[in-house]
């Protein structure tokens, strides 16, 4: 699929995607929630951020409640996701850069202290060129904070976690077509990898440290330094 197809798919999804997410993603409160508690900033300090899909601007803002002296630059190739975005946060755009750009072509300008992304990063075909150029993005003892989608070595695992997570989706409320909708666009659009190799990715880029803060069958939150 092209990703022209992606960025489609992503514009019709735009205005229902902050409720549509937490039907489809397992634990993502739990993640929302984990967030803050592991970055080493303080509130006071100028926190230079930058998120890879930053779609609606929902952490966007979270971000810059929570640092009010942060600068944000938001990454995302859904012009729809940016408009909202753009609304959202306008009441902060002194300090908000958004751009649209695909993560498999783009070479992020600037130096950050943080780089943030939720779910976005399995759309990435290169992973391990895509960390080496955000680990030179990142000052020194600068950190990557990044949830993903994650994919099991053993076969018959993978089938349980597919199953696993179609019955999460039908408890969550999604109707039984749109949960058919969610595992196909899964297979067409996503590439997701094993966290081995997500680590392995990691540690090749550079980071000084890298560890899995939390976990649940096809999602993972990693946590990286420079």
Known sequence: MGNTSVEQHFDALARDFEKVKR????????????????????????????????GPGALALDVLKQFPRATYTGIDFSSKMLEIASH???????????????????????????????????????????????????????????????????????????????DFMARSGLARGKIGKVIEAHRQYDHPEPIETQLHFLKAAGFKSYDIVWCREKSAVFFATK
């Open 23 to 54: 039907k489809v993603i397992p634990g993502y409160r739990d993640i929302e929630k984990c967030i803050f508690s592991y970055l080493p900033f303080t509130q006071s300090g100028k926190v230079a951020v930058v998120e890879l899909g930053t």
């Open 88 to 166: 959202r946060l306008r009441k902060y755009d002194k300090r908000v850069t958004l751009q649209k750009a695909d993560l498999n072509r783009i070479k992020i300008a600037g130096r950050y202290d943080l780089i943030l992304s939720l779910f976005t990063i399995h759309h990435v075909f290169n992973k391990k060129v895509l960390f080496k150029h955000l680990y030179t993005l990142l000052k020194p003892g600068g950190c990557f904070f990044y949830a993903d989608a994650a994919v099991s070595k053993n076969i018959r695992l993978e089938k349980c976690f597919i199953e696993n997570w179609k």
